[in-house]
């Protein structure tokens, strides 16, 4: 057991060597010298901030922190027998931390320290981690009664089983799909004789003939090769699903990717996977757990915790940006049929047929295409675009450094400071089977200052992991990135800058803990503006041929097209916001949640999907990633952006570094430390106004 991995978890753990079999010894020895550890403090006669608020702490990030690392591998790197006894263990884990939630001795203990002397002595960022941890307590089910603790502890047991089991069921469910073709023309559904076995001097031939971009055949060719095939592999893993959306000529084959993606997980599929009846369950749970704390439905318990004050309020708000996009997209969507119709002879335009019609548009409205740009974009020049950005801002350099890693294609960097060392994160960027979709950042660490014990004033710094599924390099070229894998780069750099640039040293208000979730986004789609300014996207630029940068002639099609479709995107966005605000409402949404889907599709919507259309059986982000009742957050989060970067435009060039650093002390620095809007009116010096994301989404004007 001393020789355990996960139970000496250094700055930077040796993440290549851990070992299946030491999860459930570590695991179990740390929960049992937890809860020993506890019952010491219950049993001191005096609370205070070092023996109950500061000691919990210790106890708490020690199991959080292996269970961390176990999480994050069970994303990363999936594997039967990881998973395995992730779901094991999953339960135990549950159990010990609402344990905690619900200790009477632990709460009434931290009231004691709340109305001692003490509190008075404190600093500010105690006093709000104390105030958290006081209303975390009740709505842990403190203040409940045996029985309805009993209740609520098992109900929190099993919502975590069920979420890790929805995200499971459509990983699996996405990763089990696969087409393969012979070659070019099987792939462009042409009938005619199999040419011979696809290499790489067959993909210009083959780009003509599908109409998909050389490096997507490339890596459905490297796909297959995986496999020990030849000829193309294709998945339903986001590169190679946007690929054939965008690109592919072949009608049937974007149906059929349409209909595999959109019905993963679902009852139209393989019934192991199917995640209809976790919805309901799950919402069943979100409601009971609500009553149980005295709420009327989930939604109002999870505002609890927000900048938002009622549900009503969430549902105006988003309504009122609904009808401010219904125009503009109902305009680009005509825009789109129309082209359709008249250029590329559809009959009419399908939800197959978008994206492919939407790129034709865009190239000839715009000259220009996404592969086009993808040329001028290797990562690592990205990256080191990208890093001197942060430099410019905030005086922060990133340095790359050696160390243990899960997969090979992960990189680690430390941030640096005046010469010393204040963070560290992990960039995993690149799609690969066994890693869940999307893109995300989270913490292995965060920010600390010891107040006692053998580590007594010293400082923990804090260390981000930063995870993405880009197109992964293939046949020895170095990947390259489109301009939205761009814009997710930066957003996903934005969370970790606010997790490590704090300067905070109390943990639980440190980074990115103790921030309203409807204010956590504001630092990341901060960051996509940048990728809107030509010096940024030039400095980070070199086409694969020549090396040349971006082009000001480009940039400028490029930003011409910004707010192309941004009506489509707006009412999409809503779509989602409102449905998940709107079952988390109802307290019979367990039943009628599909009926709910398709009224919100009747009031916002311009486009009305298949019948077959099953989004929310992959939509992981409210059943399996914490946004339950919260997805709002990505749209109310971009009012705060927008108005945030417009302080950068109004300041100029010239201002960029006083306003970073500003924005820096007031946003970043902070983080949970105070509450979210007085941080915002202390940068921006006053509440938030929707201006600027009218703006910048090009709907200050009125729709042609």
């Known amino acids: 057991m001393s020789d355990n991995i996960l139970l000496h978890l250094a700055d930077e753990p040796r993440f290549d060597a851990v070992a299946v079999a030491d999860i459930e010894p570590a695991l179990s020895a740390a929960i049992n010298q937890a809860q020993s550890a506890i019952a010491a403090i219950k049993a001191l006669p005096d609370a205070t901030w070092d023996n109950t608020v500061e000691a919990l702490t210790d106890i708490t990030e020690r199991v959080g922190r292996i269970w961390g690392v176990v999480s994050h591998l069970n994303s990363v790197v999936d594997t039967p027998e990881l998973r395995a006894v992730y779901n094991q263990l999953m339960p135990q884990v549950t159990e010990f931390?609402?344990?905690?939630?619900?200790?009477?001795?632990?709460?009434?203990?931290?009231?004691?320290?709340?109305?001692?002397?003490?509190?008075?002595?404190?600093?500010?960022?105690?006093?709000?981690?104390?105030?958290?941890?006081?209303?975390?307590?009740?709505?842990?089910?403190?203040?409940?009664?045996?029985?309805?603790?009993?209740?609520?502890?098992?109900?929190?047991?099993?919502?975590?089983?069920?979420?890790?089991?929805?995200?499971?069921?459509?990983?699996?469910?996405?990763?089990?799909?696969?087409?393969?073709?012979?070659?070019g023309n099987t792939l462009a559904g042409i009938d005619a004789p199999a040419s011979s076995p696809c290499a790489a001097a067959d993909f210009e031939a083959d780009s003509a003939k599908t109409g998909l971009p050389e490096d997507a055949l490339a890596m459905f060719a490297a796909a297959a090769a995986a496999e020990g095939k030849s000829g193309y592999k294709i998945g339903l893993q986001m590169p190679h699903y946007l690929a054939v959306m965008q690109y592919a000529d072949n009608r049937a084959l974007r149906e059929k990717l349409y209909h595999a993606y959109n019905t993963r997980a679902s009852e139209l599929g393989a019934a192991q996977w199917d995640n209809s009846a976790n919805i309901g369950r799950r919402l069943q749970i979100a409601q009971r757990e609500a009553e149980l704390l005295g709420f009327a439905n989930y939604a109002e318990l999870s505002l609890a915790t927000k900048m938002a004050d009622t549900p009503n309020q969430v549902l105006a708000f988003l309504r009122d940006l609904a009808a401010r996009a219904k125009p503009f997209a109902q305009r680009d969507l005509a825009e789109v049929a129309t082209f359709a119709t008249t250029t590329l002879e559809l009959p009419e335009i399908q939800a197959w047929d978008l994206a492919w019609a939407s790129e034709k548009l865009r190239q000839a409205k715009y000259a220009f295409s996404e592969t086009e740009v993808k040329k001028y974009f290797p990562t690592d020049r990205v990256l080191h675009g990208l890093f001197a950005l942060i430099a410019k801002l905030y005086r922060v350099n990133l340095m790359e450094k050696k160390v243990p890693v899960w997969h090979p294609d992960v990189r680690y960097f430390e941030l640096e400071k005046g010469g010393a060392i204040i963070g560290g994160v992990y960039l995993d960027l690149y799609a690969r089977e066994g890693k869940r979709g999307g893109a995300w950042m989270n913490d292995y660490r965060g920010?600390?200052?010891?107040?006692?014990?053998?580590?007594?004033?010293?400082?923990?710094?804090p260390v981000a992991y930063?995870?993405?599924?880009?197109?992964?390099?293939?046949?020895?070229?170095?990947?390259?990135?489109?301009?939205?894998?761009?814009l997710t780069l930066f957003h996903e750099m934005g969370h970790g800058l606010h997790h490590l640039l704090t300067q905070v040293d109390e943990l639980g208000v440190s980074g990115i803990n103790g921030v309203e979730w409807d204010a956590?986004?504001?630092?990341?789609?901060?960051?996509?503006?940048?990728?809107?300014?030509?010096?940024?996207?030039?400095?980070?630029?070199?086409?694969?041929?020549?090396?040349?940068?971006?082009?000001?002639?480009?940039?400028?099609?490029?930003?011409?097209?910004?707010?192309?479709?941004?009506g489509l995107f707006m009412v999409r966005q809503m779509e989602f916001a409102l449905f998940d605000m709107l079952i988390h409402s109802q307290p019979d949404a367990d039943t009628n949640w599909m009926q709910t889907l398709q009224d919100v599709r009747r009031?916002?919507?311009?486009?009305?999907?298949?019948?077959?259309?099953?989004?929310?059986?992959?939509?992981?982000?409210?059943?399996?990633?914490?946004?339950?009742?919260?997805?709002?957050?990505?749209?109310?989060?971009?009012?705060?952006?927008?108005?945030?970067?417009?302080?950068?435009?109004?300041?100029?060039?010239?201002?960029?570094?006083?306003?970073?650093?500003?924005?820096?002390?007031?946003?970043?620095?902070?983080?949970?430390?105070?509450?979210?809007?007085?941080?915002?009116?202390?940068?921006?010096?006053?509440?938030?106004?929707?201006?600027?994301?009218?703006?910048?989404?090009g709907f200050d004007g009125e729709a042609a």
């Open 447 to 461: 920010r600390r200052r010891f107040e006692s014990g053998t580590r007594r004033g010293q400082l923990q710094t």
């Open 603 to 697: 009031e916002v919507a311009v486009i009305q999907p298949p019948a077959y259309n099953r989004f929310a059986h992959a939509f992981s982000h409210i059943f399996a990633g914490g946004y339950a009742a919260g997805y709002y957050s990505y749209s109310w989060a971009e009012v705060l952006s927008a108005d945030a970067y417009a302080a950068f435009e109004e300041a100029g060039p010239e201002q960029m570094v006083a306003t970073g650093n500003r924005f820096w002390q007031e946003i970043l620095a902070v983080g949970g430390a105070r509450n979210a809007m007085a941080s915002f009116k202390a940068f921006r010096g006053r509440e938030p106004e929707i201006d600027a994301l009218l703006r910048h989404s």
């Open 520 to 566: 956590v986004e504001l630092p990341s789609q901060f960051m996509e503006n940048f990728v809107w300014e030509y010096d940024v996207l030039a400095g980070m630029s070199s086409h694969e041929d020549n090396g040349a940068e971006l082009p000001r002639s480009l940039f400028d099609k490029m930003l011409a097209a910004k707010n192309f479709q941004r």
């Open 97 to 183: 931390f609402t344990a905690i939630s619900q200790d009477i001795e632990l709460y009434a203990r931290f009231k004691a320290v709340k109305a001692a002397p003490e509190f008075a002595r404190l600093s500010a960022a105690q006093q709000t981690k104390l105030n958290h941890d006081l209303r975390d307590f009740v709505l842990g089910g403190a203040e409940l009664d045996a029985a309805a603790q009993a209740e609520f502890a098992a109900l929190q047991s099993e919502a975590a089983q069920l979420g890790a089991q929805f995200s499971q069921n459509v990983l699996d469910a996405t990763d089990a799909f696969a087409l393969y073709f012979a070659d």
């Open 466 to 486: 930063l995870v993405c599924n880009f197109t992964p390099p293939v046949g020895g070229k170095a990947a390259r990135l489109s301009h939205d894998e761009i």
